[in-house]
């Protein structure tokens, strides 16, 4: 092919191409190692040394030529692009955004939270612990002799000798005694997962949630204890809710009593949920055994305090009137959906 013929027919190439693609065969043909100008440079070995210099210039002129006209088509076909992805990506600002649904929070952490908010109010530290526990802190430090059945494997997850799977979180409690004595007043809640060896059906679980608190100072009585839960039970269950004691047994505390709230459902009248007696069982409580404090490093023998315990699942259940504790922890996205998102 002549010059003539390549700076026409390149010119008239590049001007065709609609797209960079069939550009870029263009550019393979006239400027690539085999294409036309490189075959026309081999021309050059049968010229004579006069006319290879005027020869090589017309070239290199038409190759320049070439280049530019194809860098020109290059700018206005990569604009022309751009344009067209600018808009197929175009936003219609117009349009309504989109709706973010807020997830919804599991009734257990709704509760605890609650629970935590009540007595952070009153002036309890939140603690926590670990879930794996020594049998010191979790069996000894809170009175519960070598030979008490609560030791026994059929109760309680072993991992050695000396290591369990805390049984409650008393746990925490006789820890942060220790970590404190002999400096009072100490008042915390502490609430985290325990274990237990059980069955698990629609109101037991191998594996719950306990919220214990404790509080350790002078002229601490069951009048303060009395008061303490009753305001809890008025900020859970509503301002009508009363209180009463029943003497029961505990190990870390003596004297203990089990505590009852009048029946949120009747207000006290008799209903299915209270078995029809107008009270409902809500949580344990006493005042600190001596020997707790003492073995924890409280010595001076005219400090008092009181301790209570309850289980999550129980006033989540109560309060909400779910009927299988399995509930919590089936991830059942309809159950959780009910329960409107903690603020």
Same mark, same amino acid.
Request: proline fraction near 0%.
């Given at each position: 092919m002549e !010059?003539?013929?390549?700076?026409? %027919?390149? !010119?008239?190439? =590049? %001007?065709?191409? *609609?797209?960079l693609e069939q550009l870029n065969e263009v550019r393979i043909a006239y400027l690539s190692k085999k294409g036309h100008l490189t075959s026309v440079m081999g021309q050059m070995r049968n010229l004579s040394n006069e006319e290879r210099p005027m020869f090589g210039k017309k070239v290199n002129e038409v190759k320049e030529k070439i280049e530019s006209a194809y860098q020109q088509k290059v700018s206005e076909l990569e604009a022309i692009r751009l344009e067209r992805k600018m808009k197929e990506d175009a936003i219609d600002i117009t349009l309504p955004g989109p709706e973010f649904t807020i997830g919804a929070q599991n009734p257990l952490i709704i509760i605890q939270r609650e629970i935590e908010d009540v007595f952070r109010e009153m002036g309890y530290q939140v603690v926590e612990g670990d879930e794996i526990e020594l049998d010191l802190y979790n069996f000894e430090r809170a009175n519960i002799p070598q030979d008490h059945p609560a030791r026994e494997m059929q109760d309680t997850f072993y991992i050695d000798?000396?290591?369990?799977l805390r049984t409650h979180t008393t746990a925490i409690q006789t820890r942060a005694l220790e970590e404190n004595a002999p400096h009072i007043p100490l008042k915390v809640i502490c609430p985290g997962k325990v274990y237990r060896r059980d069955d698990d059906d629609a109101t037991?679980?191998?594996?719950?949630?306990?919220?214990?608190?404790?509080?350790?100072?002078?002229? =601490?009585?069951?009048?303060? !204890?009395?008061?303490?839960?009753s305001l809890f039970a008025k900020r859970m269950f509503g301002d009508d809710r009363v209180i009463r004691f029943r003497p029961s047994y505990f190990q870390f505390t003596e004297p203990s009593v089990e505590v009852d709230v009048s029946c949120h459902i009747c207000n006290g009248k008799g209903c299915n949920v209270c078995k029809h007696t107008g009270w409902?069982?809500? !949580?344990?409580?006493? &005042?600190?055994?001596p020997h707790v404090l003492r073995d924890a490093g409280y010595t001076d023998p005219t400090l008092t305090g009181f301790a209570f315990g309850a289980g999550?699942?129980?006033?989540? &259940?109560?309060? +909400?009137? =779910?009927?299988?504790? @399995?509930?919590? +922890?089936? %991830?059942?996205? @309809?159950?959780? *959906?009910?329960?409107? @998102? +903690? *603020?």
């Open positions: !010059l003539k013929d390549i700076i026409v %027919n390149g !010119l008239e190439a =590049i %001007n065709k191409a *609609e797209t000798e000396h290591t369990l037991h679980s191998h594996q719950f949630v306990q919220t214990e608190g404790l509080v350790v100072g002078h002229n =601490i009585t069951l009048s303060d !204890l009395k008061g303490t839960l409902i069982e809500i !949580l344990g409580a006493g &005042m600190v055994h999550v699942e129980r006033i989540a &259940m109560l309060k +909400y009137g =779910i009927e299988d504790i @399995r509930s919590f +922890y089936t %991830n059942d996205k @309809r159950f959780i *959906e009910q329960f409107k @998102r +903690y *603020e």
